[in-house]
């Protein structure tokens, strides 16, 4: 009696214990989900995704969700999209908003956006909902001289077909500011753009800035603008004075050279009138050996001196107005 009912508690334990593992294995309410909301997920596909560790519960209730939506989409490409890194929940929200909004967009596109790192549900409420992007104060000049200080909002919606390889808003952005900047550096007055900013929406929608980006640009705002310096007239008064420094440069090189002319010449003319020292002092020694050996007369000799002195003087006062010494030799 003892035995058999030990019996019967193991047969009622392996029954349990199959039953668990059934359950912890197979996911029977999620595919009883499944069925009952029409998505084709078979057991085997669950039993297949808890052996290769996707969770069966995230597959199963995105399935549901893109079949009451309306969506033909496969298991498959939700456990493929998956195991490549992506996120299926925001992959099929995506597709649902853009299919209630009429916007062209299928699952393979979706899933390279999400997959490129982009927020594709993000991406879908912005083709839907426009959003403003605000420019940093630029300064611009027009052919006046006058500067605008201007800031700018940027009306954009996402491109769908643009967000796998196009640009970010920065590029966007910066793009305006360089278009904001050359139009105002073409007009001739700061006037012209005062009376039409328009010219600034104008010169963007003709240019295309959003090309290559993953927004479409629908307007530019002006949202401030200031009247600031008068860049032509600082240029202008700048320029003279390096001018002036210029020729304050060029006229102190000119006195200097002058300078050192006059200085050269000065001592040339030292030089020869050592020169000519020399050779006074050498024919008055010769004068005085004449007059000593009695070739020369006093009279000649002291009349000869008296011309000299004479010639030195009338040499200083016409050289610089002062009376050179006279060199005299007594006898």
Request: net charge negative; with cysteine.
């Given at each position: 009696m ?55 519960a ?14 033909s ?11 490549a ?16 909004a ?34 940093p ?71 295309g800035?959003a ?20 860049i ?66 006093v ?33």
């Open positions: 003892g035995s058999e009912l030990w019996m019967v508690f193991l047969v009622i334990g392996a029954i349990v214990l199959i039953i668990w593992l059934l359950f912890a294995i197979i996911p029977i309410t999620l595919w009883i989900s499944a069925v009952v909301s029409r998505a084709k997920i078979s057991i085997l596909s669950l039993i297949s995704m808890r052996l290769r560790n996707i969770p069966p995230m597959i199963v209730n995105t399935q549901i969700k893109a079949v009451k939506a309306g969506l989409l496969s298991a498959s490409k939700l456990e493929a999209h998956y195991l890194g992506g996120n299926t929940d925001r992959v099929i929200n995506a597709l649902i908003a853009a299919q209630r009429n916007i062209p967009l299928n699952f393979e596109h979706a899933a390279a956006i999400d997959l490129a790192g982009r927020d594709v549900f993000e991406a879908v409420s912005m083709s839907i909902s426009p959003i403003v992007l605000e420019s104060v630029i300064s611009a000049i027009a052919k006046n001289g006058i500067e605008l200080i201007i800031k700018a909002k940027i009306t954009v919606k996402a491109n769908i077909n643009g967000f796998i390889g196009g640009a970010g808003e920065p590029t966007v952005i910066a793009r305006v500011c360089e278009c904001m900047s050359s139009t105002i550096g073409s007009l001739e007055s700061h006037e012209d753009f005062l009376e039409n900013p328009d010219l600034i929406s104008q010169s963007v929608l003709e240019r800035l090309a290559g980006t993953a927004f479409d640009i629908l307007s530019i705002d002006i949202a401030d603008v200031d009247v600031g310096r008068n032509g007239a600082q240029l202008q008064a700048d320029q003279a004075a390096a001018e002036k420094q210029i020729s304050q440069a060029k006229a102190e090189e000119r006195r200097a050279i002058a300078a050192a002319v006059e200085q050269e010449r000065r001592s040339k003319v030292q030089e020869i009138r050592l020169k000519v020292v020399e050779i006074e002092a050498e024919v008055q020694k010769a004068m005085v050996k004449a007059l000593r050996e009695g070739k020369l007369g009279i000649d000799y002291y009349n000869m001196m008296s011309a000299v002195s004479n010639k030195q003087i009338r040499s200083s006062i016409d050289d610089s107005g002062e009376k050179e010494p006279v060199i005299t030799v007594q006898g």
